[in-house]
């Protein structure tokens, strides 16, 4: 991949990472956009200074997990969601579409959940590029438990067995919103979640292929700590920048 748009003499960026644990969904996305608009007013500030009074804009990165939902963004298509309002209260999940890329999935325990808010104008101003490095950093962290994954042409996302149409299983479901360059939605990678609430929707809107987790594919319960610490690092090394933890306000 080229770097041919990353901006030249900029310093390491830092990203401040926010363990948010699970979280609900509406919760997580008012956070989200709490701090997408954080970064977006300081960009904007920065267009009425002269150069030495001009300030960084912070970069973030959430993880957490989410009590069972179903999210659909805004290319996806209702019909898509297999189940009534009477069956989302029995399956105690909730529903709601919005303003990410992408069709409809799930979120739900078991998972982990990133949410990278970053000004990319401090990275590279690509966004094809910044769904490819999300990808690698998941495929990077599923070598490290033993799983080999790639993407499947034409499709966002990590998959097992991509070169297998018949064999081809996502593991890990992405979509993102962007705005003047700043990201926010992310990734969904399922380490130990319950698959059979994959059953009541078309997941990413693919009728053909099946979901999968780490926790099938070794056969056993998988450290989700440990998974969290390993997408940190291939996250920081991928995106060449420096994370910092920061405490949850």
Known sequence: MSD????AGNA?????????????????????????????????????????????????????????VYTLGKSGEESHLLVNGDQLAQLHATFYKINRGGD???????????????????????????????????????????????RYEGYTGVWLDADHPVKARKICAMGVRTSRWVTMHGWALNVNPDLSYFGNIVPCGINDKAVTSMQKELGVVVDENAVAERILHHFSNQFSCKIIAEATE
Do not use: S
């Open 4 to 7: 041919a748009n990353v901006p």
């Open 104 to 150: 409809i999935t799930y979120h739900g325990p078991g998972q982990i959940v990133g949410y990278p808010i970053l000004d990319l104008d401090q990275f590279f101003t690509d966004i094809h590029k910044y769904l490819r490095f999300l990808e690698e950093v998941i495929i990077l962290t599923l070598v490290d438990f033993g799983i080999t994954a790639g």
């Open 12 to 68: 390491t960026p830092v990203v401040k990472f926010r363990y948010a644990g699970m979280i609900d969904y509406k919760e997580a996305w008012d956070y989200q956009e709490q701090l997408f608009g954080r970064v977006v007013a300081r960009k904007t500030a920065n267009r009425d200074l002269p150069a030495e009074q001009q300030t960084t804009p912070e970069n973030f990165l959430v993880l957490c997990a989410h009590p069972h």
